[in-house]
């Protein structure tokens, strides 16, 4: 099995100080997957990812990248592996295909190879058109291709992606996405930390959620939302000066805590059948407090997040 596994990971620990940044992370990522690293800040994402990448040595457990130890084979786990962290890393004042050239050529590309092999990338990520302008004059979602094409120049047997959309308008992030499956189905394997959960769902195979240093859940996004219980209830209410009345109500009745989404107005709670989300409904109606929609059905990744660390995703962002 362990040939099977371009990532294996036991008791992975990092401190610093009296802080465990990693606390005993475990994790098996099968060769050609998508696996995401879902967490709020702080949580451990890029330290675990790093001592995965061998730029950070681990105080405790041990782990493997398409079979070498990051350990005592650092070097080997450099060559067979390729990272993009969260800010491009890229010469802004070359062109896009001089920087991809000059990476070609340092590792070991010569004269028209290295020309042949920018000009390939570029296609690739659908850069070709900006090819001869400067760096500086990209837009987030062009420097954000062209920095991961920088990671492709030598194709890795894994990619490792630190957030990779962040900051990225949505018609960007859509396209990094399509980038990310090609890259899957020619049969490298990604690891990503994201905090975006729709990321998270759309792209990953498996998804591993850590907390405070701690893996605190893994599985499919299906498997995750069954985790944490089916029969959500989600409510609208007409009166936003309501919310709290409505809160109050759904938990008198239906036992669990209410999640009310960052917009305000819609709340989200766990009702188990469809007869108790009846009558909860009908209960907030009893009170005079209007609903105007409603709907029972599986939990969204959002709500499995907040399940499963206590906390809002509005609440990490404020926090970036």
Same mark, same amino acid.
């Given at each position: 099995? +362990?040939?099977?596994?371009? #990532?294996?990971?036991?008791?992975?620990?990092?401190?610093?100080?009296?802080?465990? $940044?990693?606390?005993?992370?475990?994790?098996?990522?099968?060769?050609?997957?998508?696996?995401?690293?879902?967490?709020? /800040?702080?949580? @451990?994402? &890029?330290?675990?990812?790093?001592?995965? $990448?061998?730029?950070?040595?681990?105080?405790?457990?041990?782990?493997? *990248?398409? @079979? !070498?130890?990051? #350990? +005592?084979?650092?070097?080997?786990?450099?060559?067979? %592996?390729?990272?993009?962290?969260?800010?491009?890393?890229?010469?802004?004042?070359?062109?896009?295909?001089? /920087?991809?050239?000059?990476?070609?050529?340092?590792?070991?590309?010569?004269?028209?190879?290295?020309?042949?092999?920018?000009?390939?990338?570029?296609?690739?990520?659908?850069?070709?058109?900006? $090819?001869?302008?400067? =760096?500086?004059?990209?837009?987030?979602?062009?420097?954000?291709?062209?920095?991961?094409?920088?990671?492709? *120049?030598?194709?890795?047997?894994?990619?490792?992606?630190?957030?990779?959309?962040?900051?990225?308008?949505?018609?960007?992030?859509? +396209?990094?996405?399509?980038? %990310?499956?090609?890259?899957? /189905?020619?049969?490298?394997?990604?690891?990503?930390?994201?905090?975006?959960?729709?990321?998270?769902?759309?792209?990953?195979?498996? #998804?591993?959620?850590?907390?405070? @240093?701690?893996?605190?859940?893994?599985?499919?996004?299906?498997?995750?939302?069954?985790?944490?219980?089916?029969?959500?209830? !989600?409510?609208? %209410?007409?009166?936003?000066?309501? %919310?709290?009345?409505?809160?109050?109500?759904?938990?008198? !009745?239906?036992? !669990?805590?209410?999640?009310?989404?960052?917009?305000?107005?819609?709340?989200?709670? =766990?009702?188990?059948?469809?007869?108790?989300?009846?009558?909860? =409904?009908?209960?907030? &109606?009893?009170?005079?407090?209007?609903?105007?929609?409603?709907?029972?059905?599986?939990?969204?990744?959002?709500?499995?997040?907040?399940?499963?660390?206590?906390?809002?995703?509005?609440?990490?962002?404020?926090?970036?």
């Amino acid at each position: 099995m +362990s040939d099977q596994l371009a #990532i294996a990971a036991r008791g992975l620990i990092k401190r610093f100080g009296e802080v465990s $940044a990693v606390d005993g992370i475990d994790l098996d990522v099968p060769r050609g997957m998508i696996f995401a690293i879902l967490g709020p /800040n702080g949580a @451990g994402k &890029t330290t675990l990812m790093r001592m995965l $990448a061998t730029l950070s040595r681990p105080d405790g457990g041990s782990a493997t *990248v398409m @079979g !070498h130890d990051v #350990i +005592s084979a650092p070097a080997s786990v450099r060559a067979a %592996i390729a990272m993009t962290g969260q800010f491009a890393s890229l010469d802004e004042d070359l062109t896009g295909r001089d /920087n991809l050239v000059l990476l070609a050529r340092l590792w070991g590309f010569r004269g028209h190879g290295a020309k042949k092999r920018a000009d390939d990338l570029l296609a690739a990520f659908e850069l070709t058109d900006a $090819a001869t302008r400067q =760096v500086k004059d990209y837009s987030g979602g062009m420097r954000r291709r062209l920095d991961i094409a920088a990671s492709l *120049v030598v194709t890795p047997g894994v990619l490792f992606l630190d957030e990779p959309t962040t900051g990225l308008d949505p018609s960007a992030r859509q +396209s990094v996405w399509k980038m %990310i499956r090609g890259l899957a /189905n020619a049969g490298v394997t990604i690891l990503l930390t994201t905090q975006y959960l729709e990321e998270a769902d759309q792209l990953a195979a498996r #998804i591993a959620v850590i907390d405070r @240093g701690k893996k605190i859940a893994e599985g499919t996004s299906r498997e995750l939302k069954a985790q944490v219980g089916s029969g959500f209830l !989600h409510v609208h %209410i007409a009166d936003q000066g309501r %919310i709290d009345d409505a809160a109050t109500v759904l938990e008198q !009745h239906l036992g !669990h805590s209410v999640r009310r989404s960052a917009e305000g107005g819609a709340l989200a709670v =766990v009702a188990g059948s469809s007869a108790a989300a009846a009558k909860a =409904v009908a209960a907030l &109606t009893a009170q005079g407090i209007e609903v105007s929609d409603f709907a029972l059905g599986s939990p969204s990744l959002d709500e499995v997040f907040f399940s499963l660390t206590g906390r809002e995703r509005a609440e990490e962002e404020q926090k970036q």
